[in-house]
């Protein structure tokens, strides 16, 4: 009998009926829990990023493509940041490597499989390992930077040289930038009245798409290159984080390969981006950018005025030479005045003692000739010294006009460098707080991530259970055979003649053993 049931038994399991596709999910899921009850960390590259706006959450499909050079994915999957996590993770990721999460990073994060019914196999990110993306975007980095070199366009900008007062600018810039916005209204407004030419050429200065945008409008530029003094690159307005564009190689290619000086103002605080290792002068603000310029015509104008002041002096020095030279000059006529009139007087007085019978008018008319000589030249030595005199004064008010507007730029100058202290003042509480609220935010992370796990393994622990519970497997199909109440698990527990329990789902069945067989026979 006990053969018989057996061989019913078998029969019966080959006749199961088939399972329906949630009950082989079902199933798999179940076994992924036991499978993989713990969390595990994975190196995957991000495919695309899918962040949830109303809810919150962040999908991301990643792929794997291992060693090989063309790219061929060799694995893919779905995976999940829950909103309360990602709000966290996603500040905590831009704050460490300076970027969002986006298409095209590596990146090495602790997950936990999941598998659904519906929507199939997926990860659930709980954490991530900023340092090592950081890493991963340093090797890039350098290999741009070899390849830069290599090709001779890591110094090529560096080498044009800047005009003195580089007033006709081409822009690389976007149009709605507040970046942009500001460093016109710099320009514009700048308090020596200088004047600039400028022209924007439009371009995407962050994101995916900024690279070949930024390529396209310096490609333009280089036609018109003749028209433009240097080429100015910058940004602002927008994230402070998204700047990676300005580490891909078209840019700085572009920009090494540019016939005019470039300038750059990109916001970039964390450090230098390869295009402002590549460029001509990089400068960390538009502002910046624009006080760059402003500054080298001020140094030109400031040179110029030195050599006005320098003309300034010789001719006072001059002058001075020229007062006293004429000063000895009017003495030294004065006293050949002085000595030619005496001498024409005692000459007169001969004359008219020798010549008594010459007429009276004559030699009336020859004293009054005398003394108009006499008074023409007294009254030109008086115009010029009067001339002389008006040109020191107005030399003096010069130079006086010059001290004023010296001692208002070094006031100016003094209010920037209390501006600047102010500001540096606030940046570093800032930074403070910031850290203060990361240690926090960590904290309040760890006690949950500890609560979490714990409870998971509790739910693993329990599924167990209940996966071996006796019952359950009479309702999958399978039996359970006994002897005076004992579980038969060796043949050696019964002989001939004995009678067993055999239980299922819905009874009880005795039976009498009527032969033993063993494996062996």
Not at 65 to 84: E, F, M, N, V, Y
Not at 259 to 276: C, K, M, N, Q, W
Not at 288 to 309: M, P, Q, S, T, Y
Not at 370 to 399: A, F, P, W
Request: charge should be neutral; glycine fraction near 6%; include cysteine.
């Amino acid at each position: 009998m006990a053969q018989l049931y057996f061989r019913q038994t078998t029969v019966q399991q080959e006749f199961q009926a088939p399972l329906s596709l949630f009950e082989l999910h079902q199933q798999i899921r179940e076994e992924l829990e036991v499978a993989f009850p713990e969390s595990y960390w994975v190196v995957a590259e991000i495919s695309q990023v899918s962040p949830d706006k109303r809810k919150g959450h962040c999908y991301l499909n990643l792929v794997d493509k291992g060693d090989d050079p063309r790219g061929a994915l060799q694995a893919q999957a779905r995976a999940t940041i829950w909103s309360t996590r990602y709000q966290m993770l996603g500040r905590y990721f831009e704050e460490k490597t300076g970027q969002p999460l986006k298409a095209g990073l590596k990146i090495l994060f602790q997950a936990n499989v999941r598998f659904h019914e519906l929507y199939g196999l997926s990860l659930d990110i709980v954490n991530i390992d900023a340092n090592y993306t950081i890493g991963d975007l340093a090797r890039q980095r350098q290999e741009t930077l070899k390849r830069l070199e290599a090709e001779g366009l890591l110094t090529a900008n560096k080498e044009l040289e800047l005009p003195l007062a580089p007033q006709r600018l081409a822009i690389v810039s976007s149009s709605t930038a507040a970046g942009y916005q500001d460093f016109i209204h710099q320009l514009e407004n700048n308090a020596y009245g200088y004047t600039f030419s400028t022209r924007l050429f439009p371009a995407i200065v962050q994101g995916n798409e900024a690279p070949a945008s930024i390529t396209k409008a310096m490609a333009l530029i280089a036609r018109y290159s003749h028209l433009f003094d240097a080429i100015v690159v910058i940004r602002g307005g927008g994230s402070q984080s998204d700047l990676s564009c300005f580490d891909d190689y078209r840019v700085a290619a572009a920009i090494g390969h540019s016939l005019l000086p470039v300038l750059t103002g990109i916001g970039h605080e964390r450090d230098e981006s390869i295009a402002d290792l590549v460029a001509h002068t990089r400068q960390k603000t538009p502002t910046a950018v624009a006080n760059f310029l402003i500054d080298k015509c001020r140094e030109v104008e400031e040179h110029v005025e030195g050599l006005f002041d320098s003309i300034y002096m010789f001719s006072a020095q001059l002058l001075r030479l020229s007062t006293d030279k004429l000063e000895r000059q009017s003495l030294k006529i004065s006293n050949l005045t002085n000595t030619y009139l005496q001498e024409g007087r005692e000459m007169l007085e001969q004359f008219s003692r020798s010549l008594l019978l010459k007429p009276k008018n004559f030699l009336d008319n020859q004293k009054h000739q005398v003394r108009d000589k006499e008074q023409s030249i007294r009254g030109y030595t008086k115009d010029l010294l009067h001339l002389r005199s008006k040109q020191l004064s107005e030399l003096s008010v010069c130079v006086e006009g010059i001290g004023q507007r010296w001692l208002h730029f070094k006031e100016q100058d003094l209010s920037k460098l209390v501006h600047c202290v102010e500001t540096e003042a606030k940046d570093k509480l800032k930074r403070s707080q910031l850290a203060f609220v990361k240690c926090s935010d960590k904290i309040h992370y760890c006690a949950e991530k500890k609560v979490s796990t714990a409870a998971h393994q509790v739910d693993l622990l329990e599924t167990r259970i209940q996966a071996n519970d006796p019952e359950k497997l009479l309702l999958r199909g399978y039996t359970l055979t006994l002897i005076n109440g004992r579980i038969i698990k060796s043949m050696g527990l019964i002989k001939e003649g004995d009678v067993i329990e055999t239980r299922l789902q819905d009874g009880r069945v005795h039976s009498l053993v009527v032969n033993l067989d063993t494996n062996d026979e």
